[in-house]
């Protein structure tokens, strides 16, 4: 049974830092790419990063250039999304999903595990 655990979200001040965890069981993460994703309350979810098989190529949503990275360990079976300078706009759900593809997409549909989601709370 695939499975998908986030972990590490919490409340955080503005221009704080946190580092989610992705850690799959059931299956090897090393043949799928790996996506992160968000939903704030009352809106759309919404890709913010994505990693491909290899770890070679990733993407980034235009919002979170620059301050997020995503990275993955295969060894561990865990892909990590470090998030600096956090802002009150960031606050939301973050999901991961695996996807069975070499290629990354920012589209959920195209994905088809996921987590349950953690709690990123951006406020002083």
């Known amino acids: 049974q695939l499975q998908l655990v986030e972990s590490g979200g919490g409340l955080v001040q503005p221009g704080g830092s946190l580092r989610l965890s992705c850690a799959a069981s059931?299956?090897?993460?090393?043949?799928?790419?790996i996506g992160w994703f968000r939903q704030a309350p009352g809106k759309e979810r919404e890709g913010v990063s994505c990693?491909?098989?290899?770890?070679?190529?990733?993407n980034y949503a235009d919002s979170v250039k620059g301050r997020f990275t995503i990275s993955r360990d295969n060894a561990k079976n865990t892909v990590y999304l470090q998030m600096n300078n956090l802002k009150p706009e960031d606050t939301a759900v973050y999901y991961c999903?695996?996807?069975?593809?070499?290629?990354?997409?920012?589209?959920?549909?195209?994905?088809?595990?996921w987590g349950q989601g953690t709690q990123v709370t951006v406020s002083s």
């Open positions: 999903a695996a996807r069975s593809n070499y290629y990354c997409s920012s589209y959920s549909q195209d994905f088809g595990s």
């Open positions: 059931g299956f090897t993460l090393d043949y799928y790419s």
């Open positions: 990693i491909r098989v290899s770890g070679t190529s990733t």
